[in-house]
């Protein structure tokens, strides 16, 4: 099993900051990728911004410019700079990873959310 445990959510004024972290442990043998989503109320889960392991990164046109994702991949943390913030930012932001527990298993694993709220 992994494990993820995500922190830093809050609420900051609009045109703040905050920086979400999210740390992987458990039976880790390597992490293919790891990410935000973000959820408000009343509507679907949708991605925030991913990176693999390769440096590749995804992220929602929203968030382009004002949000940086990094990683540390020796502690398997990943992080998401929040710059800027927007009343429309506020939900709940989930960290997700595609983890390798075994070189052929391969699962998906979700924190348990943390909410972001900015006020206007």
């Known amino acids: 099993q992994v494990q993820l445990v995500e922190s830093g959510g809050g609420l900051v004024q609009a045109g703040g900051f905050l920086r979400l972290s999210c740390a992987a442990s458990?039976?880790?043998?390597?992490?293919?990728?790891m990410g935000w989503y973000r959820q408000a109320p009343g509507e679907q889960r949708e991605l925030v911004a991913q990176l693999t392991t390769s440096g590749r990164i995804n992220a929602a046109d929203s968030v382009k410019g004002r949000f940086t994702i990094s990683r540390d991949n020796v502690k398997n943390t990943v992080y998401l700079q929040m710059n800027s913030l927007k009343p429309e930012d506020t939900a709940v932001y989930y960290c997700a990873a595609d983890v390798y527990s075994t070189p052929w298993q391969r699962n998906d694993y979700w924190g348990q959310g943390t909410r972001v709220t900015v006020s206007s």
């Open positions: 458990g039976s880790i043998f390597s992490i293919k990728a």
